[in-house]
């Protein structure tokens, strides 16, 4: 199995925020060698890195071992995917979704 926060098929809870509010998302990757993740994130943006290396994505990657810190402003309400992108860890679990809600 793959997981987000340790929950599995959707099931970690409690990832929803307030429209036009300011998120800084801290991912890492645990594993091993074949543990390599790209933590995707539908309906948004975010920007990672400062300065010249800041760069506007929804998606980042993730070797064992690796961490990154991701801004979003959150302004386009729904309910949205958060999965990995690497096939077979989305077959097994890695996925979530993330809610943006209207004050």
């Not at 998302?25 to 975010?46: A, I």
């Not at 993730?62 to 979003?72: N, V």
């Amino acid at each position: 199995m793959h997981s987000i926060n340790g929950y599995i098929f959707g099931n970690l809870k409690g990832l929803v925020i307030d429209n036009g509010q300011k998120v800084r998302w801290h991912v890492l990757g645990m594993g091993n060698e074949v543990d390599l993740h790209t933590p995707h994130w539908h309906g948004k943006t975010l920007t990672t890195g400062r300065g010249t290396a800041a760069q506007r994505t929804d998606v980042v990657q993730l070797l064992p071992g690796g961490m990154i810190s991701a801004d979003m402003k959150a302004d386009n309400p729904g309910e949205w995917l958060y999965h990995c992108h690497v096939a077979d860890h989305i077959d097994a679990g890695m996925f979530t979704t993330y809610q943006i809600k209207d004050k």
